[in-house]
């Protein structure tokens, strides 16, 4: 069973630009949650997407978007981005059941 | 504020002995509790949970404990393999479900020969 894969690996972009992440979670999971990893404020939950609706939502800006198709795979989006924006931006699948969920390789994206 | 406290930085333990983190929580409304073991640049991988309904749940030489009452919980690794070394973060959520997690700061743990 092939794990969660998120694209691109890394990316480097300038301050004001925005981009999109990817994640295709673990087949069969229908719940997609956006964590962001910076070495001050340590791994903090973004976002979570079930069913392509947004289920629960963390203490980030308007700028830190997402969606979900129906195929469960989900895109983050951050729009103006600037310098403290530069994280490691990790992606996590589960079953929506009590079960672990199931971490990403992450994309580390930088801002200059 | 730091709902999910780690307070051991770090930890050194010989092959073979018992590994034992720590992790303290706040809110009263963590219902579900999880375990991960991270190596930098990777994301971290799952190792075991807990439901609030349960005190001890065990896989293999992993087994995390529950104390509601002290809003604490461990995770105890027997016995420790050099494998084993890696900063271990505890998670929490208020949904029952791996969802919405709350991570402490991570335990660096060093298994030595």
């Known amino acids: 069973k092939a794990g969660v894969t998120q694209t691109p690996r890394y990316l480097i972009k300038t301050r004001g630009q925005q981009v999109t992440l ?91 | 504020d730091q709902q999910v406290k780690q307070n051991s930085p770090s930890l050194s333990v010989q092959e073979g002995r018992i590994s034992i983190l720590n992790c303290d929580y706040t809110n009263s409304m963590f219902d579900y509790f999880l375990w991960y073991k991270k190596y930098p640049a990777e994301g971290p991988t799952f190792l075991i949970s807990i439901s609030s309904i349960k005190d001890k749940n065990e896989d293999g030489r992993f087994t995390v404990f529950l104390n509601k009452s002290a809003k604490h919980l461990s995770l105890h690794i027997v016995p420790s393999q050099p494998g084993d070394s890696a900063v271990y973060f505890c998670a929490a959520s208020p949904t029952g479900t791996a969802s919405k997690l709350t991570f402490g700061t991570g335990t660096r743990l060093q298994v030595t020969l």
């Open chain 1, 22 to 112: 990817s994640c295709s979670p673990i087949s069969g999971h229908r719940s997609v949650s956006w964590y962001q990893q910076t070495p001050g404020q340590g791994l903090q939950f973004l976002f979570e997407y079930f069913s392509e609706t947004q289920r629960n939502k963390g203490n980030f800006p308007g700028r830190f978007s997402g969606r979900q198709f129906s195929n469960s795979r989900s895109e983050m989006n951050v729009s103006t981005l600037e310098l403290g924006d530069s994280a490691l931006y990790l992606c996590a699948s589960s079953s929506g059941q009590t079960l672990g969920a199931f971490f990403g390789q992450g994309t580390r994206l930088t801002v200059v």
